[in-house]
């Protein structure tokens, strides 16, 4: 079993020492690797920069001229929640490079798996805006380059980062080739990710949200992922699974209202493992999103990839933050009965 991932220091330019998505995030992640002695276990691959082509597939021309000009004039405060320095151009395209080439990778057979270890984030960025702490959408980025440059067919992207996947779903609302599910809290930011919102046109029943209260812990999510998101991809048959990968819903997060523990969030990236091993060759590819209390997000990256290598991660260095009075069997029973890619089994 080979496992990639795909990291470079040219990220760091992009930072704000005062915002919690800043350069230490990966730093933290790095030393947690050096710690572990994953890295000699693993094949370092170089990202390599997205091409106007590739971004263009996902994104607005205007905007990302828009984008470009700003960050090289200096940068600065996009909205409340979203900044941009004079680096994170680079930073940003050279995030969405480590994603196509990650794809690369795997469809090529040069790793069985990988892990795009970037920043900033992407999942927030629409066609036309840059919001949430996102500039570029890396994960849509990747899976647009699966299925035009190497001609896949379907993919499904998963995504349990504690927020909605606004940006990633509105590139692929329409779309009837990428299967989009979301597991977050709500109400929370971006306000986005109702059930009812499942695709329009020819990507109606591609889209599954599945919105949690708050605290939910690593029992609820198993459920909802043993209930709702393993019964939606395996029925949708992807050619690839493609993960955001936020860690912002662990117990110590300062910024989500759930109870994940690393052994719960190993435990879904366990689940997406074995599917793709039953459904597409193991073809597993995850990028960073959110994640933003520091020894946290470097313990989930490294049970994690112990995941992707097939292993067992081993004793959680934290500790455990379930929540039993937190049920979600509402939630289950409602999508069952309600959503295409489950009503009908």
Not at 63 to 85: K, M, P, S, V
């Amino acid at each position: 079993m080979t496992t990639a991932i795909l990291t470079d220091p040219r990220y760091a330019a992009h930072t704000d020492p005062f915002h919690v998505e800043r350069a230490e995030r990966l730093q933290a992640i790095e030393q947690a690797l050096r710690v572990s002695g994953l890295s000699k276990d693993v094949l370092a691959l170089a990202p390599r920069f997205a091409n106007r082509a590739e971004l263009a597939a996902v994104h607005n021309q205007t905007y990302l001229d828009t984008i470009q000009r700003f960050c090289e004039h200096g940068g600065g405060q996009i909205d409340l929640d979203t900044y941009a320095t004079d680096a994170s151009w680079e930073a940003a395209t050279l995030a969405a490079g480590a994603a196509v080439r990650a794809v690369e990778s795997t469809l090529s057979g040069e790793c069985n798996n990988a892990f795009a270890l970037v920043r900033p984030p992407g999942h927030h960025a629409t066609h036309n805006r840059a919001m949430g702490f996102c500039l570029i959408n890396n994960i849509a980025v990747a899976a647009h380059h699966a299925l035009n440059q190497f001609g896949l067919e379907r993919v499904a992207i998963v995504d349990y980062d504690v927020h909605h996947g606004n940006g990633t779903q509105d590139i692929f609302y329409r779309d009837g080739n990428v299967l989009f599910c979301s597991t977050h809290a709500a109400p929370f930011y971006p306000g986005t990710g109702d059930s009812r919102e499942i695709g329009s046109g020819d990507g109606i029943g591609a889209t599954l949200n599945v919105p949690l209260p708050f605290g939910v812990g690593d029992q609820g999510y198993a459920q909802v992922f043993t209930e709702l998101i393993i019964p939606a991809v395996r029925r949708w048959k992807p050619q690839m699974i493609l993960v955001s990968a936020g860690y912002d819903g662990h117990g110590n997060d300062p910024l989500g209202p759930m109870a994940l523990s690393v052994t719960g969030y190993a435990q879904l990236t366990r689940m997406l493992y074995d599917l793709a091993g039953e459904l597409c060759d193991g073809r597993l590819l995850l990028v960073l999103e959110g994640g933003y209390d520091l020894k946290a997000l470097g313990a989930c990256v490294v049970a994690a990839l112990q995941v992707l290598l097939g292993r067992d991660p081993g004793p959680d260095p934290i500790g455990r933050y379930d929540s039993p009075g937190t049920t979600v069997r509402s939630s289950i029973a409602s999508l069952q009965q309600r959503h295409p890619l489950l009503a009908e089994q």
